[in-house]
């Protein structure tokens, strides 16, 4: 069993940092692999990053060098720091989990989800 508990998120100016948390309370498996979806309104979601349970790490082309993906493997948490924030990063943002490999752009959606917390960037 996964279940996926994220925190953070809210709102903040252009140029700010953010941080995002997505603690998996349930089994832990080594083979769990975990990612930053998001959402805007009126548009498809989109991967933000990926965390493999190699630990590789992926970024969307829109977010690299501003954001970072990290694992905390003791507390079971992924953690995204979101820096140098713009207008256009607002969405709700999404964890995800499954085993083995995750893309930015999955043919099959990942098979567990947080319940997704709203970022705000105001310009």
């Known amino acids: 069993q996964v279940d996926l508990v994220e925190s953070g998120g809210g709102s903040v100016q252009a140029g700010g940092s953010l941080t995002l948390s997505c603690t998996n309370t349930?089994?832990?498996?080594?083979?769990?692999?975990m990612a930053w979806f998001r959402q805007q309104p009126g548009r498809e979601r989109e991967g933000v990053a990926v965390f493999d349970s190699d630990g590789d790490k992926v970024y969307a082309d829109s977010v690299k060098g501003r954001f970072t993906i990290a694992k905390n493997n003791a507390k079971n948490t992924l953690v995204l720091q979101m820096d140098s924030l713009k207008p256009e990063d607002t969405a709700m943002y999404y964890c995800?989990?499954?085993?083995?490999?995750?893309?930015?752009?999955?043919?099959?959606?990942?098979?567990?989800w947080g319940q997704g917390t709203q970022i705000t960037v105001s310009s």
């Open positions: 349930g089994t832990t498996y080594r083979s769990l692999s």
């Open positions: 995800a989990a499954d085993f083995g490999r995750l893309f930015l752009a999955p043919a099959i959606p990942p098979r567990y």
